[in-house]
């Protein structure tokens, strides 16, 4: 069981910066690929970014690449999402998410393939 709870999130101007962290709880959590999505209000929940167990792998959706950077802390437990020159696109509720199937160098961004979610922290950028 791994039990995940995101922070971070605030109101910011466009072409601002967050970081926005996800703790994790349990002495596993290095054996799960973490991934950030994102929902906008009437929008489905969409994939942001991943990162493998070990953190040698990482993925991005097309609109964040440049823009965002994904990484973590294993010693810590806790997976980051920098988020620098912010739109007001990417304004939603972001949340992480474990997934503990793959190998040490999977990320996926299917939304189904995750086994744990967290409750989200809301991001709101102003135009």
């Known amino acids: 069981q791994v039990q995940l709870v995101e922070s971070g999130g605030r109101l910011v101007q466009a072409g601002g910066s967050l970081r926005l962290s996800c703790a994790a709880s349990g002495r596993t959590f290095s054996s799960y690929s973490m991934g950030w999505f994102r929902q906008a209000p009437g929008k489905e929940r969409e994939f942001v970014a991943g990162?493998?167990?070990?953190?040698?792998?990482?993925s991005y959706a097309d609109s964040v690449k440049g823009r965002f950077t994904i990484s973590r802390d294993n010693a810590k437990r806790t997976v980051y999402l920098q988020m620098n020159s912010l739109k007001p696109e990417d304004t939603a509720v972001y949340y992480c998410?474990?997934?503990?199937?793959?190998?040490?160098?999977?990320?996926?961004?299917?939304?189904?393939?995750?086994?744990?979610w967290g409750q989200g922290t809301q991001v709101t950028v102003s135009s």
């Open positions: 990162i493998s167990s070990i953190g040698g792998s990482t």
């Open positions: 998410a474990a997934e503990g199937g793959g190998s040490r160098w999977y990320v996926t961004s299917h939304s189904y393939e995750y086994d744990y």
